[in-house]
């Protein structure tokens, strides 16, 4: 009898898992234990992935205008966690959940969409390069998590979606350049061969791209239920933290 040799894959639904799993580290660190930096290391690969799942997203609902209303209302009831978690305070402007980068992306998606459909190839480049820029200053304007370098990694999944090879090696680039080069942030210093480099833990955002890699486009379980438990995961488990960190600390 000969065995199948399958390749490893991921679903949707484990995406989901994986990325709720990884926020949850860094929201850990960020609330209870900043002593233990390997949890926002493993933090750094929460984002790259729901970008990822967003991208996604688009290219698969049967109805965005719905899609994008329960993301906006779930980006406002998330707002009071997320500036309890991270300003100590019910109202925090210097900082917006991450919906709302989504958003942003998902708006500029639309826009690049419409323009693909009007104008010739040569000229929709161009406004999608344009689009793409705006959504990186709405990013910066808004304040919104993972600032305009969040807006990208969006739209660069949504550009180089297809599981090709040539699509692969662009993301590792673009998440090179997004997460390495301008994000950065602390580093770590490692010797190598008798030099030191220095590798930012924003880096760690790389690693995402094996279970991105892995997806296989299967959907896996899927029901109501978990979908609103995937929403209503970000502001309560902020809650939940935020809960546990006034009585402890």
């Given at each position: ?64 205008r ?11 009831v ?7 978690m991270?300003g ?9 959940n ?8 998902l708006l ?19 406004l ?13 304007v ?40 301008l ?51 970000y ?15």
């Amino acid at each position: 009898m000969i065995m199948e040799n399958k390749r490893p894959d991921i679903s949707s639904f484990g995406l989901h898992i994986l990325a709720m799993a990884f926020m949850l580290c860094d929201h850990m660190w960020a609330t209870l234990f900043p002593g233990l930096e390997w949890l926002t290391c493993a933090g750094r690969l929460a984002y790259p992935i729901f970008a990822f799942m967003i991208a996604e997203g688009y290219t698969h609902t049967h109805d965005l205008r719905k899609y994008m209303l329960r993301l906006l209302f779930w980006a406002a009831v998330t707002e009071i966690p997320f500036n309890l978690m991270y300003g100590e305070s019910v109202f925090y402007p210097f900082h917006q959940n991450v919906l709302w980068t989504f958003l942003i992306s998902l708006l500029m998606i639309i826009l690049i969409e419409k323009c693909r459909a009007k104008f010739k190839p040569a000229v929709s480049v161009i406004l999608s390069v344009l689009i793409a820029v705006l959504g990186y200053i709405a990013g910066y304007v808004s304040m919104a998590d993972y600032f305009g370098e969040g807006v990208l990694m969006v739209l660069m999944f949504y550009f180089f979606r297809a599981p090709n090879l040539k699509n692969r090696l662009l993301q590792l680039i673009c998440m090179y350049i997004l997460n390495v080069e301008l994000l950065g942030g602390l580093c770590y210093t490692f010797t190598l061969f008798g030099q030191d480099f220095e590798f930012p833990q924003q880096g760690f955002a790389l690693l995402s791209l094996i279970p991105i890699w892995l997806y296989s486009g299967r959907q896996g379980f899927r029901s109501k239920a978990f979908r609103y438990f995937c929403y209503a995961f970000y502001p309560v488990h902020m809650l939940l933290l935020v809960g546990v960190r006034s009585l402890i600390l």
